[in-house]
């Protein structure tokens, strides 16, 4: 098949499966969703199976599929790896897929096809470096060079949210145990289960992020130190990748992107972590949304579908 074809777009999350089938120009033929059969590799694949087929019955032609999923495929084993979604790992994701769905299909990190996304056609269009990051349930990171993953040999690249919190202060040193077996990770401090954490731990009161900074809002003084506290970390861990890649844009997403304060105050926090004499940080919200980890997996495959695998 030779000339423009449609993409279909899987994100593989935690709580919820989505896909689009984007036709060659970016826009949106169709969409649909399902939930994630959590704790079940057989059902989450038969899950995906199902809405591919849903997706390419209703555009009745053929399609290439980008699959973006919590962790990665290791190039040493094709095994997944690194994935909260704790029972993907050690299994071989993208080959089962392939066998299901019987047509090719490419795989990478969820927080890499939202920043693929951004840089593509959204709040990183006019830059040559883009970061993205992910703050929500988790916390990871991409990194997208003139409009190309940077993943390297692991396939590991820009996964931010498992380095350890930069400049601890005394009171986080002993960080918090992750999920991953490590302690203290940026995820454990940032994310959104991290940030009603941390709430829990100095006030004794256990609010959900969303009444956090509503509390915040309306001046309470230990919602408004909490919200304090997260942004000091989260300009931390970002200034290290500053001084690491120097992107040209950030941008923020999953669920915590939604605090606008974050566009105002991160510069300012970062600066005095950064390796420069005349620091110009940009950091943006997304385009797309929600839908930016759906986008960028359609765009693992070109446009054209003579255009190489």
Known sequence: MTGSRLRIGID??????????????????????VATPREDYEGSLEAIAALVARLGGA?????????GIPGSISPATGLAQNGNSVWLNGRPLGTDLERRLG?????????????????????????RTVFGVIIGTGCGGGIVVDNRLVTGPHNTGGEWGH????????????GPDCWCGRRSCMETWVSGPALARDHARVTGKTLSPPQIVAAAGTGEPGAAATIARHGDRLARGLAVIVNLIDPDVIVLGGGLSNLSHLYQVLPGLMEPHIFADACRITIRPPVHGDASGVRGAARLWPARADAGR
């Open 103 to 127: 047509r090719p299909v490419r795989l990478a990190n969820d927080a890499d096809c939202f920043t693929l996304s951004e840089a593509f056609d959204g709040a990183g269009r006019d830059a």
């Open 59 to 67: 555009c009745r032609t053929a399609a290439s599929v980008g699959v």
């Open 12 to 33: 593989l999350g935690g709580t919820k499966i989505a896909g689009i089938a984007m036709a060659a120009d970016g826009s949106v033929v169709t969409k649909d969703r």
């Open 163 to 174: 380095m350890p919190l930069p400049w601890p202060r005394e009171e986080e040193s002993d």
